[in-house]
């Protein structure tokens, strides 16, 4: 099988036919990686005139993980903030699947959309599947593997009650056929977050200037995010990555910029000593995070979304982490996944500043949400 994404006339679902009317599409989205990868999607429903709202679990509220996108990315407003907040794990799916809930009932949407991995993807999906609505999720098929992990749960829970999957890649495409998943539901759409880079790079370069702010020269840094909870919770682990970035930083003499997740934030603060060659500094809105990236030498991070885009900008990437459910980017050559050990992320990195970076980006050509939103329409038009 090669790599194909499905002509959106091609698509056909007859099991899932609407009976009348028009077409109404929920939104379900809750932190910062779903808000910029459901972007590329809400700008084309809002140009559409769609009939769809956006339904906002806030699972993240903090100005510079939720609000600032919206702003920015000038996308529509949710209609309903949920204000689910932080919390356990059960804490915060319970919160988001009885106020979900209440506003499916309400609203009887046809369709609920939902992105990624997080808690507020499994609650979204959960709420409306029990519901009858059907589900699509954007960014199928993703796997670690790693059940330690709240994503995977989240992931393989969604996958096997959603109704249409929209997988970015043939390889997802085939762990979902792999685990048994009807063929007809499966869709290698690209990944929306080509979309967003496709979208905003040029006007990222033109409306801000991180560089200047930060006092950095372009390809004279590196970048790194750690967020993970397999980092965040085992505090040996993360003194251990926090270690290799500085070795990496004294073993070429250069800055790592380092944008703190408010869950990291609060261990960085805790450290007796701060980390050497580290510049931290508080998360950034997505123009200047994309300027970073763009013009950073490496990038180091424990970020799903971070890989990826550090694959599509031709940046290497070293992954901090045991796994990764994007492994189109080691197979491009764009990532090594490190783990935790001090050495071992300085010697990746070494051997990912060693690498040519023209490799072929797998995530699409940038128009999956167009795809996505054709695929949804044609079937219920059927
Ligand atoms: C969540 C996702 C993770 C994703 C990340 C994106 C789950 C299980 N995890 O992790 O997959 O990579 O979002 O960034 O859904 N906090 C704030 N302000 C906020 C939100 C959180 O300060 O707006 C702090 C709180 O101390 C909170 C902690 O961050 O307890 C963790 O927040 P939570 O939403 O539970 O998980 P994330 O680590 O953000
Ligand atoms: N991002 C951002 N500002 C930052 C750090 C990250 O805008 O300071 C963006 C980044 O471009 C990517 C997304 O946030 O699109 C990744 O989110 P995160 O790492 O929180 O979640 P994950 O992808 O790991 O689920």
Redesign the pocket.
């Known amino acids: 099988m090669t790599e194909s994404f499905y002509p959106a006339t091609l698509v056909r679902e007859p099991a899932f036919r609407r009976k009348t009317g028009r077409m109404k599409i929920s939104v379900v989205l809750g ?3 779903e808000i ?2 459901m972007a590329p999607l809400l700008k084309i429903l809002e140009a559409k005139k769609a009939d769809f709202f956006t339904l906002h679990t806030g699972q993240h509220y903090s100005y ?2 939720d609000k ?2 919206f702003d920015q990315l000038e996308l529509p407003r949710p209609r309903y903030n949920l204000e689910a907040g932080s919390g356990t794990h059960a804490e915060e799916t319970a919160k988001m699947l009885t106020g979900i809930e209440k506003i499916l009932l309400n609203e009887r949407p046809d369709f609920v959309l939902v992105e ?3 808690n507020s993807v499994l609650a979204g999906a959960l709420a409306a599947v029990k519901l009858g609505i059907r589900v699509g999720h954007v960014e199928a098929g993703l796997r670690s593997y790693d059940r330690t992990m709240p ?1 995977e749960i989240n992931r393989v829970i969604t996958d096997h009650i959603g109704s249409y999957l929209f997988a970015p890649t043939l390889k997802a495409k085939q762990i979902l056929l792999g685990e048994g998943i009807y063929q007809g539901k499966t869709f290698v759409t690209g990944n929306t ?1 080509v979309d ?1 880079i496709r979208l905003y790079l040029e006007t990222a370069r033109q409306k801000v200037d991180i560089h200047r702010q930060f006092h950095l020269t372009p390809q004279k840094y590196f970048l790194a ?1 750690l ?2 909870q397999e980092n965040t919770d085992n505090r040996d682990r993360f003194t251990s990555i926090l270690e290799g970035l500085s070795g990496t930083a004294a073993q070429f003499k250069l800055p790592v910029v380092y ?1 703190a ?1 408010p869950r990291s934030r609060k261990l960085v603060d805790s450290l007796k000593k701060p980390p050497k060659g580290l510049k931290i500094i ?5 123009f ?3 300027q ?2 763009s013009n950073a030498r490496l990038i180091l ?9 550090a694959c599509i900008l031709h940046i290497p990437c070293v992954t901090l982490r045991d796994n990764t459910e994007r492994p189109e980017t080691v197979d491009a050559g764009a990532n090594i996944v490190a783990g935790a050990a001090a050495e071992y992320i300085v010697e990746s990195a070494t051997k990912m500043l060693e690498r040519k970076t023209d490799w072929t980006n797998p995530f699409g050509d940038g128009h999956a949400a167009e795809r996505i939103l054709n695929i949804i329409t044609e079937a219920e038009n059927d």
């Open positions: 932190t910062r990686p910029i990868k510079e993980l600032v996108f990624g991995d997080t994503e977050i967003a995010t967020h993970r944008p997740h508080d998360p950034v809105d997505f200047s995070f994309l970073l990236e991070t424990d970020s799903g979304g971070v890989q990826e885009e």
